[in-house]
C-alpha cells in the first residue's frame, strides 16, 4: 500500500511541472489575446480624433527604436565577452 501511495505521490510531482508549464502558457496567450482586442477596439476612436495616425505611429517609432538599440546593446556585450 505504502509502495503504491509513494508511486502516486511521485508520478503528481513530475507531472505538476507540466502543468505549471501549460497554465503558464495558456495564461500568456490569454494575455496577449486581451491585449489585441483592447488594441482593435480603441483603434477607431485613435483614427478618428485630431492626432490620428500620428498618436499610433508615434509609439510605434519609440518602440521600434528601442528594439534596435536593445539590439546594438546585446552585441557590443557579447563583443565584449568575446575579447577577454
Do not use: C, H, W
Given at each position: 500500500?505504502?509502495v ?24 500568456n ?23 490620428g ?32
Amino acid at each position: 500500500f505504502l509502495v503504491l501511495a509513494g508511486l502516486i505521490l511521485l508520478i503528481y510531482r513530475i507531472s505538476a511541472g507540466s502543468r505549471a508549464r501549460r497554465r503558464a502558457q495558456r495564461r500568456n496567450a490569454d494575455m496577449k489575446a486581451i491585449g489585441i482586442t483592447a488594441a482593435l477596439a480603441v483603434l477607431p476612436s485613435l483614427l478618428k480624433g485630431k492626432g490620428g495616425l500620428g498618436v499610433i505611429l508615434g509609439p510605434a517609432v519609440a518602440l521600434a527604436a528601442y528594439a534596435i538599440y536593445r539590439e546594438n546593446v546585446k552585441s557590443d556585450d557579447l563583443d565584449e565577452s568575446e575579447r577577454r
